[in-house]
C-alpha cells in the first residue's frame, strides 16, 4: 500500500537526480524525507562491512590521527564493535608496539597505573599517577613477577610513610592471562574475593593491565556492550595506517608481524602511481590481508583503486573540522555527494565505502550511510575523549584535548607530509591546523548514546539494517532535498535566549 501511495505521488527527489546537477553538497546542505515505519528501533541493526572480508557490529571507524587512535582507542572501539585504525605519524617500531598492545587485550580499556619495586618509596600522593593503586613487582616494571600492591587510600592513612612499599604492601600472588574479557575477570574476583587483579600475557608473562573493582563499577555503568569486533585468532579487530612510500614496505612487515587485521594506504589524493603500486605490492606480498586504498571523492578514482585491487573505499577530501585542503588547494569536494558519487560505482564491484570526514552529529552519520556508505571515519568526534592520545588542559574554565590535522606544520614535524606527498619538498606548505576539542568523558558512554540516534534516523527512513537502507538509494524510493540556508537554521534549535544541548 505504502509503495502504491509513493508511485501515484511524487515528492522529493531521488539521489540519482540530486546528486547530478552540478552541486557539490555537504551533509547539511541535504534532507532525507521520512518513509514508513513498520519495525520497533530496537529492531535496527547496524552491522554491516569494513572491507570485502570484515565484518563489524557498529559502522565506526576511528581515524588514523595522532591525537585520535592509538591502544586505547583501538580497544575502545573494537569492544563496541566497531573498530580503530592506528596511526602512522610514529616509527614502524612504535607502530608495532600500540598493535600489540591492542591485540593483547580483551578488555574493553587500557588501565594506567605506576609500577614500583619492594626496595622503592612512595614519597606523595602523585607517585600514584592518576590510577588508586601503585602495582609491585619484583625489578619495578612490567617484564617482573607481580608481589603486591598499595591503595592509595591505605597510603594516606599509614602514620609512617617512610619505610620501603615492600614493609606495607598488600600481597597478590593470583593474576589471569590477558586474554580474559572483562566478565571472565569479574568471574575471577568474584570467586577470589579480591579487589583487583593483574593481567599477565601468556607469552613473556608480561603485566598488561590491572584491573579493580573500581574500573568494574565503572564500564558497568556505561551503555550495555554489543558483539566485540574479534578476529579468527580471538583478539581485537585492530588496523592501521601505513604510506605508499618504499619505506613502508618495512613498515608493513612490522604490522603483519603483529597480527595487523586491515591497512589503510594513508593518503590526501589516494589516486596516484604511489598508491597504485603499493596496492598491487601490497595484494602480491600478502594476499590475505585486506587494504583500504584513498582517500578519493570521485568515481574514476575509485575505479582506478578498485582495478587496484582495494578490498574497501576511503572517501573524503578536505571535509574534516581542521583540514583545509580545499581552501589552499582549491581540489575536494562536498562529503555528500563524494559518498553518494563513489559508492554508487564502489557497489558494482562489492567494495564497502568508509566516509571519512564531515561528521559532527549522528544526523551526518544517518545521512552517510544512507547515501551509500557502509562505514563513517571519525577524527573531531572521537578526539577529547578519554581514550584518546594526549592530557587534559584547562583553557578558560573548558577542559579540552589537543587536536591536530595530520597535514598541520605541527603533524608534518613527525612525518606525516607524506601523506600529503611533499616529504621530499623543500618548502612546507600546511594542509590543516592545530586545535582543541572540549572533554568528551568515554567513548564507551557516548557512542552507544550516538548508535542509538542513528538506528532512530533509520527508523524514520524506513530501513532496519544497513543493506535495506542502500537498497531503498538504488531502488530510488528514498528521496531527499537539498535545503536552504533558511531551512538549515530551522532545522536546529533556534528562536531561544538561552538553551542547554543534551543528547543524553
Given at each position: 500500500?505504502?509503495?502504491a501511495?509513493r508511485?501515484?505521488?511524487?515528492d ?5 537526480k ?41 559502522p ?9 587512535t592509538?591502544?586505547a582507542?583501538a580497544v ?47 614519597d606523595s600522593?602523585s607517585?600514584f ?72 600475557s ?5 603485566v ?58 594513508d ?56 583540514c ?21 560505482i ?21 545521512k ?7 562505514t563513517?571515519?571519525m ?23 589537543k ?10 614535524t ?63 524510493v528514498l ?19 538561552s ?6
Amino acid at each position: 500500500m505504502a509503495d502504491a501511495a509513493r508511485a501515484a505521488i511524487e515528492d522529493g527527489f531521488p539521489a540519482d537526480k540530486l546528486f547530478n546537477q552540478g552541486y557539490s553538497y555537504t551533509y547539511d546542505d541535504v534532507i532525507c524525507l521520512p518513509h514508513y515505519i513498520d519495525f520497533p528501533t530496537d529492531s535496527v541493526q547496524l552491522a554491516t562491512k569494513l572491507t570485502r572480508n570484515i565484518s563489524l557490529s557498529l559502522p565506526c571507524v576511528s581515524s588514523p590521527m595522532d591525537t585520535v587512535t592509538e591502544s586505547a582507542m583501538a580497544v575502545a572501539m573494537a569492544s563496541l564493535g566497531a573498530i580503530g585504525i592506528l596511526h602512522s605519524n610514529n616509527s614502524p617500531s612504535d607502530q608495532f608496539s600500540l598493535l600489540r598492545s591492542a591485540k593483547s587485550r580483551r578488555i574493553p580499556f587500557v588501565s594506567d597505573f605506576e609500577i614500583k619495586s619492594p626496595s622503592d618509596l612512595i614519597d606523595s600522593e602523585s607517585d600514584f599517577g592518576s590510577s588508586s593503586v601503585v602495582l609491585v613487582t619484583e625489578s619495578g616494571n612490567r617484564k617482573s613477577r607481580v608481589l603486591g600492591y598499595v591503595l592509595k587510600s591505605d597510603w594516606t592513612s599509614l602514620k609512617n610513610k617512610d619505610g620501603r612499599v615492600g614493609d606495607y604492601m598488600s600481597k597478590l600472588e593470583l593474576s589471569v592471562p590477558s586474554c580474559y574479557d572483562l566478565g571472565q575477570i569479574v568471574g575471577f574476583l568474584a570467586g577470589s574475593g579480591g579487589e583487583l587483579v593483574p593481567t599477565v600475557s601468556e607469552s613473556d608473562r608480561q603485566v598488561v593491565d590491572l584491573v579493580t573493582m573500581e574500573d568494574v563499577e565503572r564500564i558497568r555503568g556505561y551503555p550495555k556492550m554489543g558483539l566485540p569486533s574479534i578476529g579468527r585468532q580471538g583478539e581485537f579487530l585492530v588496523g592501521a595506517a601505513i604510506g605508499t612510500r618504499e619505506s613502508d614496505k618495512g613498515r608493513l612487515e612490522y604490522l603483519v608481524k603483529g597480527g595487523v587485521d586491515a591497512v589503510v594506504l594513508d593518503s590526501s589524493q589516494g589516486n596516484s602511481v604511489y598508491q597504485l603500486d603499493m596496492i598491487k605490492y601490497i595484494k602480491r606480498t600478502y594476499p590475505e590481508l585486506d587494504v583500504i586504498g584513498g582517500n578519493v571523492v570521485t568515481m574514476y578514482q575509485a575505479q582506478n583503486l578498485i582495478q587496484a585491487g582495494v578490498d574497501g573505499l576511503r572517501v573524503g577530501m578536505g571535509s574534516g573540522s581542521i583540514c583545509t585542503t580545499q581552501e589552499v588547494c582549491a581540489v575536494g569536494r562536498g562529503q555528500a555527494t563524494a559518498v553518494y558519487k563513489v559508492a554508487s560505482i564502489a557497489s558494482q564491484s562489492g567494495v564497502p565505502v568508509i566516509a571519512d570526514g564531515g561528521i559532527s552529529n549522528s544526523g551526518h552519520i544517518v545521512k552517510a550511510l544512507v547515501l551509500g556508505a557502509s562505514t563513517v571515519m571519525m577524527g573531531s568526534f572521537l578526539a577529547g575523549s578519554n581514550e584518546a592520545p594526549g592530557a587534559y588542559e584547562i583553557q578558560n574554565g573548558c577542559r579540552i584535548k589537543k587536536y591536530r590535522g595530520m597535514g598541520s606544520l605541527e603533524a608534518m614535524t613527525k612525518g606525516s607530509d607524506a601523506r600529503y606527498l611533499g616529504d621530499t619538498a623543500k618548502l612546507k606548505i600546511a594542509q590543516g591546523v592545530v586545535g582543541a576539542v572540549a572533554d568528551k568523558g568515554s567513548v564507551l558512554k557516548f557512542l552507544p548514546y550516538t548508535m542509538q540516534a542513528v538506528k532512530q534516523g533509520l527508523q524514520d527512513l524506513g530501513a532496519s539494517t544497513l543493506p535495506s537502507a542502500h537498497d531503498l538509494l538504488r531502488s530510488r524510493v528514498l528521496r531527499l532535498e537539498a535545503r536552504t540556508g533558511a531551512a538549515q537554521v530551522e532545522g536546529g534549535v533556534h528562536g531561544l535566549v538561552s538553551y542547554e544541548k543534551k543528547y543524553f
